[in-house]
């Protein structure tokens, strides 16, 4: 496809991960025009994350795909811990966790190639269709677009020319390092392998398995596929890059002596051999240029956090580039945000996820055995267990101290899902736009929204619209009377007041006028 004589597009994304694909669906269901190129010669059959969390889940519910996702992954029941060898596994029971307000209270475990999957099809049917083997050869930026390099099937050279390349395309990304980004890289210095096997651990299917062994780390995962398993282990002994052959015998003498069963392996589908890195991005946008997914940020697996890190970028930037394509011109702290909301996140994810990387990879000896000890008493804390819910969910983070967030209790977090019979809440918002809250259902509440809707506000009337009988909602939102949602289904701003400056502020900071949210 060249694009030489065509007209700009809004969007070019570089890479077609789960990353590059929820980007693409974002920027359609948006109203944007939109190309996704990605160099390999077609879609993954490998997978290397395999767990998607519940605010991810939640985002995939805004593009019209979580009911797919759902359908092609198994939620997870349990998760049963052995910290110290030889002692009993603590059963963690996830389903029974107090995850709170979401429709998706569980690990879902998915294969990546299989949410990639999910994703394709989804953009397919929205009329966009993925150009493999299109490798990106750099940028230009030409004031009000940027132009790229593209070199296609048969080696032939094109010109993609765009408002906004979105650069999504790995650890290694080509756009990062053409628009001088930066990267800070380090090793975890820690050798582990992947496989997918049929087997028997002797766990339920839908229940996993971690156990902190003398030699080394072992996650034992239930994939969707009856039988089979991911395998995650740790090789405490391996020095180096040096290749390991991973097979049936291997698996089973590393369940064997870590886990105490006879898997007996067949059927080792996919392996895979790595040195554990993490990294982050100096800068995740340089003009028209943004990164997203593994080119901003490279995670331990620890905890699931990379592809929904990567998929909430997305989320979180496309109604951005949207409302800056529909309010132009606006001032930069509009995009400035992005980098400013998403890249504290991805830091706080890579330290802890490198620190429990670090605490549970420790070589043999005292603190090993200490570490095991104290594991095993935290485990069985009730405080504890709590974290595996809604906070490694992502359910409870954060972008207070965001530029286009205004100061208030419930300001910079995710807007509470109540249920209502079969209905949440998330579900009166109004799609692609800024929806207003009204918790007032008295006389000055109902002239306030009807003063709203005539303005052309999207708005939610909290009692004749949506129940809050014994006050629950609002007090999750900190008494707020007035509510501004983004569309990613952040609080912007909150007021105790019917303030009518409450819309004219936020939209200032946004640089844009109020009419445009």
């Avoid at 569309?487 to 909150?494: L, S, Y």
Wanted: charged share 25%.
């Amino acid at each position: 496809m060249n694009l030489d004589n065509l007209d700009i597009l809004d969007v070019l994304i570089i890479g077609a991960g789960p990353t590059g694909l929820a980007a693409a669906v974002e920027a359609v269901r948006h109203g944007l025009r939109v190309r996704v190129v990605d160099d390999k010669p077609g879609p993954a059959s490998f997978s290397r994350a395999l767990v998607v969390h519940a605010r991810t889940l939640e985002a995939f519910e805004d593009m019209g795909l979580a009911a797919a996702v759902c359908a092609a992954g198994v939620p997870f029941a349990a998760l049963n811990v052995t910290p110290v060898p030889g002692k009993p596994p603590i059963r963690v029971d996830l389903r029974a966790l107090p995850w709170g307000d979401t429709r998706y209270p569980f690990w879902l475990s998915i294969p990546q190639y299989a949410t990639e999957r999910c994703l394709e099809q989804r953009l397919a049917a929205l009329g966009v269709r993925v150009d493999w083997s299109t490798r990106f050869v750099g940028p230009a930026e030409r004031g009000d677009h940027v132009e790229v390099a593209l070199r296609g099937p048969g080696d032939v050279v094109t010109t993609g020319r765009a408002r906004w390349l979105l650069g999504c395309d790995g650890g290694r990304s080509p756009v990062r390092e053409a628009a001088g980004l930066g990267f800070v890289r380090t090793s975890l210095d820690q050798t582990f392998i992947l496989a997918d096997a049929l087997g028997d651990p002797g766990l339920p299917e839908d229940e996993g398995a971690a156990v902190l062994a003398r030699d080394g780390l072992l996650f034992v995962v239930p994939m969707p596929e009856p039988g089979r398993w991911r395998i995650i282990a740790h090789l405490a002994r391996h020095r180096g890059d040096a290749p390991v052959v991973v097979d049936a015998p291997l698996l089973d003498r590393l369940l064997h002596t870590r886990l105490g069963v006879r898997f007996a392996a067949r059927d080792v589908s996919w392996t895979s051999q790595f040195i554990l890195k993490q990294g982050l991005a100096a800068r995740y946008r340089a003009g028209r240029v943004f990164i997203a997914g593994d080119a901003a940020h490279l995670h331990s697996p620890v905890g699931g956090q990379g592809l929904n890190t990567g998929v909430q970028d997305a989320h979180a930037l496309i109604w951005r580039l949207a409302l800056a394509e529909r309010a132009r011109p606006t001032h930069d702290a509009l995009l400035a945000s992005y980098e400013a909301e998403r890249r504290p996140i991805a830091a706080s994810m890579v330290r802890s996820t490198g620190l429990a990387t670090r605490l549970m990879t420790l070589r043999a000896g005292l603190l090993t055995a200490l570490r095991g000890r104290i594991a095993r008493v935290a485990l069985q804390r009730r405080c504890v267990q709590r974290r595996l819910g809604r906070p490694l969910g992502m359910l409870d983070l954060a972008v207070t101290r965001s530029p286009i967030v205004l100061p208030g209790r419930a300001a910079g977090r995710r807007l509470p899902d109540p249920r209502h019979g079969e209905a949440r809440l998330g579900e009166r918002l109004t799609p692609l736009r800024h929806t207003l809250l009204v918790l007032d259902d008295s006389p000055a509440g109902a002239r306030f929204v009807a003063d709203l809707r005539a303005a052309g506000h999207p708005c939610v009337h909290i009692g004749p619209d949506w129940p809050d009988p014994d006050g629950a909602l609002r007090a999750s939102l900190g008494g707020a009377r007035l509510v501004i949602v983004r569309p990613d289904r952040i609080v912007a701003a909150a007021a105790t007041t019917l303030d009518p400056e409450l819309l004219t502020r936020y939209a200032r900071a946004l640089g844009v006028a109020p009419a445009a949210l």
